[in-house]
């Protein structure tokens, strides 16, 4: 039977998408060094355009279990200030934790809405958000409510996966699961893994909130890993928006949809052990 396309409900979402992270997060806090491995030298890149620099005040929105915070943290130094910001508060708890174990004293967390940003207008030099922003269903009010808490002159710096066909690791079990439990295709403008991926979506995104030199940088990440059923591993304990999609299958059926991912995802599996293809978008932003 073909899927057809259902009414988009965005507060529906919302609350999934927080419900799935408040299960992931410690699993995604257990995957930290995997996270750093993978993702580090793109966030270093996108600490680098931002001008993150000693003493900088930086907002992370959707800041999850808090790597990138870190990273962010270390280099504004004891003088600057961190502020973590995410909807589920089980992976903000793990920040926490994460901070605490750093030994950083620039950091607070706080529960937060990212469409919903409750600051002080122009409190902040950087807003950053890795990984997050696909999922926000108004991408429009987050980035605008971004803008706003930015001085003059501050920078916004996102990351976000590029197309489908260049993130395999993760798009192969999506489509996967979008074929197996007859989910239909997203519609524009839809939260998603890729719904800023194409070229040119993001860098709209952020002049249509009112950015100026806006620029983006493909960077390769591929996501290296022992074998594929590691991979497999790491997305079915901690990728809340696979769980999200398999929501309306039973036990029998997902078990089987994750099957089918394991021996899809074999093809990237060789004598050097998994590297599932990944391309992240790095753009930057000036108020």
Known sequence: MAATATAFDPVQYKEATRAQWQDA??????????LSA??????????????????????????GAGEQTIRAARRVGPGGYVLATD???????CA?????????TNVETRVMDGEQL?????AFDTVISRVGLIYFPDQHRALTGMRRVLKPGGSIAAIVYSAPENNRFFSTPVSIIRRRAQLPPPLPGQPGPFSLGSPGVLEEAFRAAGFQEVEARRV????R???????????????GALHQMLAGLDAAEREATWQEIAQALGQF???????????????VGVK
Do not use: H, K
């Open 225 to 239: 890993l022992p074998t594929a059923a590691e991979c497999v591993r790491f997305e079915r304990e901690s990728f």
């Open 269 to 283: 599996e060789g004598a050097s052990g998994f590297e599932g293809p990944c391309e992240l978008l790095i753009s």
């Open 38 to 63: 993978w993702l580090g030298p793109a966030t270093e890149l996108m600490l680098d355009l931002a001008g993150i620099t000693v003493g900088s005040r930086v907002l992370d929105v959707a800041a």
């Open 25 to 34: 997060a410690e699993a995604w806090y257990r995957w930290g060094p995997t």
């Open 118 to 122: 409750e600051l002080e207008e122009g």
């Open 87 to 93: 909807i589920a508060p089980n992976i903000l708890a």
């Open 220 to 223: 390769a990440a591929p996501l």
């Open 96 to 104: 926490e934790d994460a901070v605490r174990q750093a030994g950083l």
